[in-house]
T-cell receptor
Framework: ETGVTQTPRHLVMGMTNKKSLKCEQHLGHNAMYWYKQSAKKPLELMFVYSLEERVENNSVPSRFSPECPNSSHLFLHLHTLQPEDSALYLC??????????????FGPGTRLTVT | QKEVEQDPGPLSVPEGAIVSLNCTYSNSAFQYFMWYRQYSRKGPELLMYTYSSGNKEDGRFTAQVDKSSKYISLFIRDSQPSDSATYLCAMSDYKLSFGAGTTVTVRA
């Protein structure tokens, strides 16, 4: 395993539901990321947290709300999603400085289906 | 134009064949070039990374970067069924930009 865990692994939710995705890293890293992976498309970077501060928000709709309470935990709160939000949501972590910042460790992802 | 272009395949080869994967890119500011491997129902894992132009070899894997052509390659020699996965190229100036991934199947 990579040292990054995600729960739940699978989630089916209706468009009016509210749910949260959880990510935990056991690597001592100080940067964490949320990505969206859709079939045949490049990974889309959604949010970046460095030292618990959000440093990147790639024009993500407000129905996605991240939270980083400490350097080991990252959440993605979901509400009033659309069917096109169905995808694999990946969490990753890395060090923030030097060459190793480009080496990201990914969790297994949460497969989200919006009905 | 996409920042990183990668042929999604799929690519199917017999065991023992050489697998050749490549990506092109448009951003000349990229300095770090990575290949990630993603098995089914898993997250991507870093396979190799190269700084600037040149070649890098790790066992059966060779990564090449040609910055003048904005072209990177990954070669897998003596491919094994365990190499069956999706391979994603990634490049970085200050953040990672990924290709769409190429799905490779190595037939026993």
């Amino acid at each position: 395993e990579t040292g990054v865990t995600q729960t739940p692994r699978h989630l089916v939710m209706g468009m009016t539901n509210k749910k949260s995705l959880k990510c935990e890293q056991h690597l001592g890293h100080n940067a964490m990321y949320w990505y969206k992976q859709s079939a045949k498309k490049p990974l889309e970077l959604m949010f970046v947290y460095s030292l618990e501060e959000r440093v990147e928000n790639n024009s993500v709709p407000s129905r996605f709300s991240p939270e980083c309470p400490n350097s080991s935990h990252l959440f993605l709160h979901l509400h009033t999603l659309q069917p096109e939000d169905s995808a694999l949501y990946l969490c990753a972590s890395s060090q923030t400085s030097g060459e190793s910042s480009y080496e990201q460790y990914f969790g297994p992802g949460t497969r989200l289906t919006v009905t | 134009q996409k920042e990183v272009e990668q042929d999604p395949g799929p690519l199917s080869v017999p065991e023992g064949a050489i697998v050749s994967l490549n990506c092109t890119y448009s951003n000349s500011a990229f300095q770090y070039f990575m290949w990630y491997r993603q098995y089914s129902r898993k997250g991507p894992e870093l396979l190799m990374y190269t700084y600037s132009s040149g070649n890098k070899e790790d066992g059966r894997f060779t990564a090449q970067v040609d910055k003048s052509s904005k072209y990177i390659s990954l070669f897998i020699r003596d491919s094994q069924p365990s190499d069956s996965a999706t391979y994603l190229c990634a490049m970085s100036d200050y953040k990672l930009s990924f290709g769409a991934g190429t799905t490779v199947t190595v037939r026993a």
